[in-house]
């Protein structure tokens, strides 16, 4: 099926650098998501983002965070600048509509060291 | 606050054996719910959900789900696993609201099926 690619798999930062993490979601799928699980932690939601902008974000999205999807392109989670922690997987997923189920990449490995 | 509760972390069994993963949700009303499996090195996939009506509801792979209103449960069976069933599963729920819905996830159960 249709897949959510998440690019890179695995990246180590140091403290105070920025990162990007890049999410190509499914082609026609127009909301799109970024989720957080701290290691043996749940899933925790961050943000979700519909036609160029923020509809809702959690407590854990921090000033220090921010997402885009210049032009249909990747849609992209940015941390400026990284904190110790931010070391965490960050699961991106998008969906077609608003009660669509999502479909889920799988994965960037983030260690902020 | 809305949460969703895994009170195993780790489940093993062996191959062939039936299996049950426990699920407990606290919402106001009766949210929509998920399970989801994710294998290694893959991203979740939703195996089930519930929005109403019956309250068992099937899945993929011979899985199945029971929703109870009364016990906040919505326990994950399987009449008998396989190696391949091996991954960690996460419970989920959510409501539908304006501007989009976000899932809320349990911390997951890992599975792990012995030969």
């Known amino acids: 099926g249709p897949k959510v690619l998440q690019i890179p798999s695995h990246q180590i930062i140091d403290m105070g650098q920025m990162v990007t993490l890049n999410c190509d979601p499914v082609s026609n799928h127009l909301y799109f998501y970024w989720y957080k699980q701290i290691l043996g932690q749940q899933m925790e939601f961050l943000v979700n983002f519909y036609n160029g902008k923020v509809m809702e974000k959690s407590k854990l999205f921090k000033d220090q965070f921010s997402v885009e999807r210049p032009d249909g392109s990747y849609f992209t989670l940015k941390i400026q600048p990284t904190a110790l922690e931010d070391s965490a997987v960050y699961f991106c997923?998008?969906?077609?509509?608003?009660?669509?189920?999502?479909?889920f990449g799988s994965g960037t490995r983030l260690l902020v060291i | 606050a809305q949460s969703v509760t895994q009170p195993d972390a780790r489940v093993t069994v062996s191959e062939g054996a039936s299996l049950q993963l426990r699920c407990k949700y606290s919402?106001?009303?009766?949210?929509?719910l998920f399970w989801y499996v994710q294998y290694q090195r893959q991203g979740l996939q939703l195996l089930l959900k519930y929005y109403s009506g019956d309250p068992v509801v099937q899945g993929v792979n011979g899985f199945e789900a029971e929703f109870s209103k009364s016990d906040s449960s919505f326990h994950l069976r399987k009449a008998s696993v396989h190696w391949s069933d091996s991954a960690v599963y996460f419970c989920?729920?959510?409501?539908?609201?304006?501007?989009?819905?976000?899932?809320?996830f349990g911390s997951g159960t890992r599975l792990l099926v012995s030969p």
């Open positions: 997923a998008s969906s077609l509509g608003l009660n669509s189920d999502y479909t």
């Open positions: 989920a729920a959510d409501k539908v609201r304006t501007g989009g819905y976000k899932v809320v």
């Open positions: 919402y106001s009303g009766t949210p929509y």
